[in-house]
């Protein structure tokens, strides 16, 4: 036991651990998310989809535990076989929960749901997914345009100073509208110089060594494990604002989220973002 808390120490640092400790113990008491309730209802029996996932922030022991009252819940990844998934078939093969019925797998780009209908869904969720856009306006817009007028976005990004991106500049939104209006794709590497220069390695053990960072940052496209841009929480309230969605609750959540909770308006356009 002593040997597996210095490892975690040397690993992750004292405040790591901390904050290791305090996300299991929050876990184990059922601790939820203070906004849940706010939006609970608007959840509750409807169909959604999930960005990512599935996640354990959104299950029934999570901070904000959507997957039981959920009516049905679809999902989209970006490929057959990610690193956090394994393989990922499309198809009515998404399951979130054990006592759940599976929703439908999409296999897509998150910047590009096309097969999907405008206004099909209630609700959106996506957990540590739009740091790993590198267009994420563009993004937020196709989100937005599936949800059904006064549907809930539920959006949870990690806050800088607690990951290893916590010695990396916080993204500017300049930088993310140009982003959007130069039409970036998911290949760009625009930051990866900045990412093998700042990344912590200490706080992240999965990337491995320096050599096989850098090895699985060139290969960003096939992966999509690194960070584009780096989230403050007024950065997150900025952005999802800019895509023309009502914000509701915002919440720093131990130990690292941002959470962010949103509605589109009746009136919000179908592309959800400026154009």
Request: proline share 4%; with cysteine; charged share 25%.
């Amino acid at each position: 036991m002593t040997r597996q808390v210095v490892r975690l120490v040397r690993q992750r640092g004292f405040s790591g651990v901390v904050r290791a400790l305090y996300s299991r113990v929050r876990s184990l008491l059922g601790m939820r998310a203070k906004s849940f309730r706010l939006c609970e209802e608007s959840i509750r029996g409807k169909t959604g989809i999930e960005i990512g996932g599935p996640s354990q922030v959104f299950s029934r022991s999570g901070v904000f535990p959507v997957y039981p009252i959920a009516g049905r819940i679809d999902n989209c990844i970006f490929a057959n076989t990610t690193v956090w998934e394994g393989e990922v078939r499309e198809g009515q093969t998404f399951q979130y929960a054990r006592d759940r019925p599976a929703g439908w797998q999409y296999v897509a780009e998150a910047t590009a749901l096309g097969r999907i209908s405008t206004a099909a869904y209630d609700f959106v969720l996506a957990s540590h997914v739009l740091e790993h856009i590198a267009n994420p306006i563009l993004a937020l817009s196709e989100w937005t345009r599936v949800l059904k007028d006064e549907g809930t976005l539920v959006i949870l990004l990690p806050h800088k100073d607690h990951t290893f991106d916590h010695r990396r500049p916080v993204t500017t939104m300049e930088h993310l509208i140009a982003d959007h209006e130069n039409h970036v794709t998911e290949d760009d590497l625009t930051h990866m110089t900045e990412i093998l220069a700042l990344h912590d390695l200490n706080r992240d053990p999965e990337a491995g060594d320096r050599a096989s960072f850098v090895a699985r940052s060139r290969r960003n496209f096939e992966n999509r494990c690194f960070h584009h841009h780096v989230f403050d929480t007024p950065l997150a309230v900025r952005l999802v604002e800019y895509a023309g969605l009502q914000i509701h609750a915002v919440e720093e959540v131990p130990p690292m989220h941002i959470l962010v909770v949103a509605q589109k308006a009746r009136s919000a356009v179908d592309s959800g973002a400026r154009q």
